[in-house]
């Protein structure tokens, strides 16, 4: 089952160290590869011998270490595996995952990496529960950070309660889920998000209120299904999701050029806010404030890249998707938004003050199809994604 899979283990320094030796001989087993890390902390309980013999393979420990440096810099140690799996992940490597830290080989490797972490935490019940670490698992998830257990149970210190590290089959079965064949794998999507940011000189620019957040989890959620998804984004508040091809972008017709290289593709979600006009007179250096003198800027249209995609001639994707931000007649407006751009299906959601949508975290869509429409019920921007995603999986195979 795992077969050809490249495991990059992370061992964290706790009483729980012990069974990520028996982790790797049952992955290895399996048919992955493992490449063990084994942090400071992680060597007290733990020794090196005992993971090189387990794994068959080199350890790596230190970030200064030169000769490794040489052999494979971390940046590619971090991305060479399929999956990155931190067992037992202790409160301070959640933190330093949180927080963004890199101050030793192993958080450097996370920071580092595009590739899917798997987290098993395993602390005492106290430092679980406590609000720090509480939070910290908040961020992490909302990361993308998959998390197993931890369980309910004694602890080495005495105690009983959450904060034993799951069990290996346990592990075993998070790390076969995270690299499952989805539906979508061998797909191409193409995932348009965030704002466009039009330039009024190279200081200035016109921009909208899009944070990402939706073409952001729906781009993880196809991953999560096997896609091989190309995230072509605008600036963004929320940063991209791991395992997606990211090309970052400031303005529609980049935007447009981005989606015209990265095609073909199987699918093509356009959830980008784009802006209707850009700057025709922008300025190649700041405009200076001139006495009574008001600068006027004159505007032309930005390409329509859900309607140049949606009615190529060659190569147009099979399913294409647009989304419809809309604040009066919703519906009506949406049903004539896509006949008119020649997308397949239209996301339609309300985005009024009123609803609090756009910028926040939760979004109510109705789906329009060309036979007919689906109104969902208000959800999560994550919980739409991932019907969308079930969705597209279901029309395309
Ligand atoms: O026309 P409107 O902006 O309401 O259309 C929304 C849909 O069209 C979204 O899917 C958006 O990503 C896409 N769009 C585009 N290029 C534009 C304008 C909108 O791809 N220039």
């Known amino acids: 089952m795992l ?44 020794t090196p011998l005992s993971l090189a013999a387990l794994s068959a393979a080199k350890i790596y420990q230190d970030l200064f270490d030169l000769t490794d440096e040489a052999e494979m810099g971390h940046i590619e140690l971090s991305r060479a595996a399929d999956l990155i799996v931190v067992a037992p992940a202790t409160a301070d490597l959640m933190a330093k995952m949180a927080g963004g830290l890199a101050n030793d080989l192993a958080s450097t490797l996370l920071l580092a990496t595009d590739e899917r972490v798997l987290i098993a935490p395993a602390m005492n019940v106290r430092m679980w529960e406590h609000a720090a670490t509480q939070r910290n698992l908040a961020t992490l998830q909302g990361d993308g950070i998959l998390v197993v257990g931890p369980n309910n149970g004694d602890m ?60 952001t989890a729906i781009a993880r959620a196809l991953a999560d299904l096997g896609a091989d998804v190309t995230f072509v984004t605008g600036p963004a508040d929320v940063p991209p999701p791991a395992g997606v091809t990211v090309v970052k972008v400031q303005t529609a017709r980049e935007m447009l050029a981005a989606v015209q290289a990265a095609r073909p ?36 249209e ?18 294409v ?12 407006n949406a049903t004539a938004k896509r006949a008119r751009k020649g997308c397949d299906w239209i996301v339609a959601n309300d985005v009024s003050a009123a609803t ?42």
Request: with cysteine; charged share 20%; net charge neutral.
């Open 3 to 46: 077969a050809d899979k490249h495991i990059l283990l992370i061992v964290g320094g706790g009483i729980a160290a012990f069974k990520a030796l028996d982790l790797v001989r049952r992955l290895r087993e399996r048919g992955a590869r493992v490449t063990p890390v084994l942090t400071r902390a992680g060597a007290e309980f733990v």
């Open 156 to 215: 080495a210190c005495g105690e009983y309660g959450p904060g034993r590290m799951a069990e290996v089959p346990e592990i075993i079965a998070a790390i076969d889920a995270a690299l499952s064949d989805g539906p979508l794998r061998g797909k191409h999507v193409l995932v348009t998000s965030g704002p466009t940011h039009e330039p009024i000189d190279p200081v200035r620019y016109i921009a909208n209120r899009s944070s990402g957040a939706q073409g």
């Open 265 to 300: 593709a199987d699918v093509a979600v356009f959830a980008a806010a784009v802006a209707d006009w850009h700057v025709m007179n922008a300025g190649q250096s700041k405009i200076k404030k001139d006495g009574n003198r008001l600068p006027v800027l004159g505007f032309a």
């Open 302 to 319: 930005n390409p329509d890249i859900l309607a140049t995609v949606s009615h190529a001639k060659h190569g147009r994707p099979g399913l």
């Open 321 to 332: 998707i647009g989304f419809a931000a809309e604040t009066d007649d919703v519906i009506a």
């Open 356 to 397: 609090g949508i756009m910028g926040g975290t939760e979004n109510a869509v109705t789906l329009i199809m060309k036979d007919g429409s689906e109104t969902w019920p208000r959800m999560t921007k994550d919980a739409v994604a991932t019907a969308l995603a079930k969705r597209i999986a279901e029309a395309i195979s």
